[in-house]
């Protein structure tokens, strides 16, 4: 069992950086793939970004491609957003989530999510 927490979100101007960090407690957190979710008002949650258990495999959508890295700190519980040159269709409530294969398609534990609002 792993509880996960997410901060970092906010408002941004179109262009602006946010990093977003989750934090994870309660399991063994080098034994999960991480994956980033979004979800837009009126839309399904979708597939933002995905981390193996030791850095080794990483992916993205290709909406955030070249835009957005994800990153993890083992040692420190720890896996990071970092989202570049942000446009509004970035605005949604984004979600940490763990799941034990990579990459995490139906994570078993998630986040209560960070509001990112993009303003144009």
Same mark, same amino acid.
């Given at each position: 069992?792993?509880?996960?927490?997410?901060?970092? !979100?906010?408002?941004? /101007? #179109?262009? =602006?950086?946010? &990093?977003?960090?989750? @934090? $994870?407690?309660?399991?063994?957190?080098?034994?999960?793939?991480? !994956?980033?979710?979004? /979800? #837009?008002? =009126?839309?399904? &949650?979708?597939?933002? @970004? $995905?981390?193996?258990?030791?850095?080794?495999?990483?992916?993205?959508?290709?909406?955030?491609?070249?835009?957005?890295?994800?990153?993890?700190?083992? @040692?420190?519980?720890?896996?990071?957003?970092?989202?570049?040159?942000?446009?509004?269709?970035?605005?949604?409530?984004?979600?940490?989530?763990?799941?034990?294969?990579?990459?995490?398609?139906?994570?078993?534990?998630?986040?209560?999510?960070?509001?990112?609002?993009?303003?144009?």
């Amino acid at each position: 069992q792993v509880q996960l927490v997410e901060s970092g !979100g906010g408002l941004v /101007q #179109a262009g =602006g950086s946010l &990093r977003l960090s989750c @934090a $994870a407690s309660g399991g063994t957190f080098s034994s999960y793939a991480m !994956g980033w979710f979004r /979800q #837009a008002p =009126g839309k399904e &949650r979708e597939f933002v @970004a $995905a981390i193996s258990r030791h850095t080794i495999r990483k992916y993205y959508a290709e909406s955030v491609k070249d835009r957005f890295t994800t990153s993890r700190d083992n @040692a420190k519980n720890m896996v990071y957003l970092q989202m570049n040159s942000l446009k509004p269709e970035d605005t949604a409530v984004y979600y940490c989530a763990a799941d034990v294969v990579y990459p995490p398609r139906t994570p078993e534990f998630w986040g209560q999510g960070t509001q990112v609002t993009v303003s144009s």
